[in-house]
């Protein structure tokens, strides 16, 4: 996100939050999450910690509200003429983009984390996107598949994120695609929604 500017399609409101992220986002280039502190925060944008509170839990619901707005853009049309695919891709093309925020954020793995955050937000996804296709709620197995491949994707998003594998977007995107179980690979594929 360019300085000064917001997405299109904000949200009245929403000006101050992407605001007090953009904040974070300059404060991450010399802080790490743990030291970096709403004053800091705040002091850097000119607003006040009644105006981030007013906003924002903490630091950590920040990063998640920030890396939400990544992931429904990114995830909008799967299951309406797009593929998990092309969703991996959009949201690992966005994650490159802010590649030092989602770099540092994803390496902070203690209370409220980026990687928990992720990882319920994912398996909550796929899980509403099979009720909806299919009219009913997945088998435990399902479940369980689901929640293996979703750990293990956001394993590797971090790897890749962090520097510790190099692929691009549509590279990583083929990879955890081709690494979904046969039973998941199966059920999207009825589904129309891996090809």
């Known amino acids: 996100m360019a300085e000064g500017s917001y997405p299109e ?55 998640n509200w920030y890396f939400d707005k990544l992931l429904v853009k990114s995830f909008e049309h799967m299951g309406k003429g797009k593929t ?20 540092a954020a994803f390496r902070y793995d203690s209370q409220n984390s980026l990687r928990q955050h992720d990882f319920e937000l994912i398996l909550k996804f ?18 369980f598949l689901l929640e293996m491949y979703c750990q293990s994707s956001i394993y590797m998003t971090i790897k890749w994120v962090t520097g510790g594998l190099t692929c691009t977007p549509e590279e990583l995107a083929t990879t955890l695609v081709e690494g979904m179980p046969g039973k998941l690979t199966e059920i999207f594929s009825d589904l129309d929604m891996l090809s």
């Not at 300059?26 to 030291?35: K, Y």
Request: hydrophobic share 30%; with cysteine; proline share 1%.
């Open 9 to 63: 399609d904000m949200k009245k409101g929403e000006k101050t939050k992407y605001r007090i992220a953009r904040s974070m986002k300059e404060c991450l280039e010399s802080t790490s999450v743990d030291n970096i502190t709403v004053k800091q925060i705040t002091e850097n944008c000119g607003l006040t910690r009644q105006t981030f509170y007013r906003n924002f839990l903490d630091k950590f619901d920040l990063i």
């Open 84 to 103: 998990v695919y092309e969703a991996l891709v959009k949201k690992f093309t966005y994650i490159q983009e802010e590649q030092k925020f989602f770099s």
């Open 126 to 143: 796929y899980e509403d996107l099979l009720c909806e296709k299919t009219g009913k709620v997945p088998a435990e197995n399902i479940h």
